[in-house]
């Protein structure tokens, strides 16, 4: 399975600052995600990463907010924008690895972030 | 309707309890079924996949019924260590990439 880094590990941010996050897979994947998980929730989806092209946002979440890079097969950043304390959240990414023929998804560490 | 839907539990049982877990899906056309553990501060880690024969990976057995479009977990024998949460997550298929995941089921396995 694909072993995926997340840097930074958890920040704490002050309101109106922005945040940007970074992803760091051990081999080329083709797709590539970033989620929210909100306390005691589970996963939302913030956008598809797509390499050489611009994300595509799922519905709730714009490119002015959470503005998305992926520049190559292995690596991506999620920009959190102008944060406020709602954006306080765990993100995480994530890669798809259809190397066995299945669509398993796998996911980083994990950003840990609070907005005061 | 949530197109993946889990009961949230939580689920309380002693140790070597078997205890199960159903998921229902909306969408009839997806092809990949995963069972993912989610241990408390940490990111979701697959657990086993499901196929359409139903498998086994010692206690835990997945089961699909796309008829009634569920999937199953079953644990055997509960350890202290099975208590975490477990998503369920239903993916199109055919290099469709993300999946789509339930809301978990918490599971504590006490002594």
């Known amino acids: 399975s694909a072993v995926i880094s997340q840097k930074p590990s958890r920040d704490i941010c002050q309101r109106g600052t922005s945040l940007t996050i970074q992803c760091q897979v051990d081999?080329?994947?083709?797709?590539m995600f970033w989620y929210r998980q909100q306390p005691g929730q589970s996963l939302t989806l913030i956008a598809t990463?797509?390499?050489?092209?611009?994300?595509?946002?799922e519905s709730g979440f714009v490119i002015d907010k959470f503005p998305i890079s992926r520049p190559n097969l292995t690596f991506s950043t999620l920009t959190v924008s102008n944060m406020s304390p709602e954006d306080s959240s765990i993100y995480l990414c994530?890669?798809?690895?259809?190397?066995?023929?299945?669509?398993?998804?796998?996911f980083g560490p994990g950003t840990r972030l609070t907005v005061l | 309707r949530k197109e993946v839907e889990q009961d949230p539990g939580p689920f309380n049982v002693p140790e070597g309890a078997t205890v199960a877990f159903n998921c229902t899906y909306s969408?009839?056309?997806?092809?990949?079924f995963f069972w993912y553990r989610q241990d408390c501060r940490k990111e979701p880690k697959l657990l086993m996949s499901v196929y359409s024969s139903g498998n086994e990976d010692g206690r835990f057995t997945a089961q699909l019924n796309r008829a009634s479009q569920y999937i199953s977990l079953l644990i055997r024998d509960s350890k202290l260590s099975d208590s975490a949460t477990y998503l369920c997550?239903?993916?199109?298929?055919?290099?469709?990439?993300?999946?789509?995941f339930g809301d978990g089921t918490t599971l504590t396995v006490k002594p």
């Open positions: 990463a797509n390499q050489g092209s611009e994300a595509t946002y």
């Open positions: 997550a239903v993916n199109p298929g055919t290099n469709a990439g993300k999946s789509t």
């Open positions: 969408n009839s056309a997806s092809q990949s």
């Open positions: 081999s080329q994947v083709t797709m």
């Open positions: 994530s890669v798809v690895d259809s190397g066995r023929g299945t669509d398993t998804q796998y």
